[in-house]
């Protein structure tokens, strides 16, 4: 199912499913798997979010990523079902604080 844009919204919600900090040893309730980001991502939109901010999480071990592999597969998965939803990609700072090191 594709869901439709919302033109007459007139709040922006920028929703963050991960974040660079939070880990399984924290919270339970962080999704680590490409699958589990885009699902958290897709309840999300249910309830009307505008705007995702992503951030990648390697699945081996739960840490954040800029791998393309995994950033890739989680906005292909949002893209398939939330065509319309503003997606904000993030390295963050954080863990790689020079774009080089990116991969």
Request: one cysteine or more.
């Given at each position: 199912m594709v869901r439709k844009g919302r033109p007459n919204l007139k709040l922006i919600v920028n929703f963050t499913p991960t974040g660079m900090i939070?880990?399984?040893?924290?919270?339970?309730y962080v999704p680590i798997s490409v699958e589990d980001i885009v699902e958290m991502?897709?309840?999300a939109v249910d309830i009307e979010i505008t705007m995702v901010h992503l951030h990648a999480r390697d699945e081996?071990?739960?840490?954040p990523?800029?791998?393309l592999m995994y950033m890739a597969g989680i906005?292909?998965?949002i893209r398939q079902y939330a065509p319309d939803l503003i997606i904000c990609v993030s390295l963050?700072?954080?863990t790689f604080n020079r774009f080089e090191k990116s991969s």
């Open positions: 939070p880990t399984k040893k924290m919270t339970p991502c897709l309840r081996k071990t739960g840490e990523t800029t791998k906005i292909a998965g963050s700072g954080r």
